[in-house]
Nanobody, 118 residues
Framework: QVQLVESGGGLVQAGGSLTLSCAVS????????IGWYRQAPEKQREVVAS???????HYSDSVKGRFTVSRNTAKNIVYLQMNDMKIEDTTVYYC????????????WGQGTQVTVFS
């Protein structure tokens, strides 16, 4: 079992920055990948950034160059640094943990709302 708790959402002006945190607990050693997702109303949930155990990172084209995913392994926290934010970044952000191959499990946090205003 893995538990994920997001925090750091809020209001930010367009062009500004915000950092989200995902606190991870439980079977942390079994995690292979942590992803940050977002889902706008009436749209599919999309992955915006992910980081694997070995440290590799992936970003969607919509956030590449603006968002940075990182982790503090000592504190079991994964961050999403969001810079140069745009109105279209407004939505709920979720973190997701996927376990290592051979183990079943994909876990989600409760989400945190991010609102970008002009």
């Amino acid at each position: 079992q893995v538990q994920l708790v997001e925090s750091g959402g809020g209001l930010v002006q367009a062009g500004g920055s915000l950092t989200l945190s995902c606190a991870v607990s439980g079977s942390v050693k079994d995690i292979n990948l942590i992803g940050w997702y977002r889902q706008a109303p009436e749209k599919q949930r999309e992955v915006v950034a992910s980081i694997i155990t070995g440290g590799g990172r992936h970003y969607s084209d919509s956030v590449k160059g603006r968002f940075t995913v990182s982790r503090n392994t000592a504190k079991n926290i994964v961050y999403l640094q969001m810079n140069d934010m745009k109105i279209e970044d407004t939505t709920v952000y979720y973190c997701n943990a996927v376990l290592r191959p051979g183990l079943d499990g994909s876990y989600w946090g409760q989400g945190t709302q991010v609102t970008v205003f002009s």
